[in-house]
């Protein structure tokens, strides 16, 4: 069975740091790229960052680009997105998606809220 979960959302204040990890499992990770994605309350889904089959491509959303990182270990069949200078605006449930530029298989989804 093809599935993935994310796990490392939380409370944290604005300015804090965070890392979500999203763990594969039931296909081969090492052939696929990966990619996160938020969606906020009111508003829709959104690519955050994406990362390829080998690491060597990353995609980035100008919102937070410089704060975020996007980076994987084919090993543990893990991607994971560290999270840095936090605001209110990344408030969203974020998801881990199977694919790079389209995206096939997704998380259940961890709720991040970055408030004060």
């Known amino acids: 069975q093809e599935q993935l979960v994310e796990s490392g959302g939380g409370l944290v204040h604005p300015g804090g740091s965070l890392r979500l990890s999203c763990t594969a499992s039931?296909?081969?990770?090492?052939?696929?790229?990966m990619s996160w994605h938020r969606q906020a309350p009111g508003k829709e889904r959104e690519l955050v960052a994406a990362i390829s089959y080998g690491g060597g491509s990353l995609r980035y959303a100008d919102s937070v680009k410089g704060r975020f990182t996007i980076s994987r270990d084919n090993a543990k069949n893990t991607v994971y997105l560290q999270m840095n200078s936090l605001k209110p605006e990344d408030t969203a449930v974020y998801y881990c998606?199977?694919?790079?530029?389209?995206?096939?298989?997704w998380g259940q989804g961890t709720q991040l809220t970055v408030s004060s």
């Open positions: 039931g296909f081969t990770f090492n052939s696929y790229g």
């Open positions: 998606a199977r694919g790079y530029q389209t995206y096939d298989l």
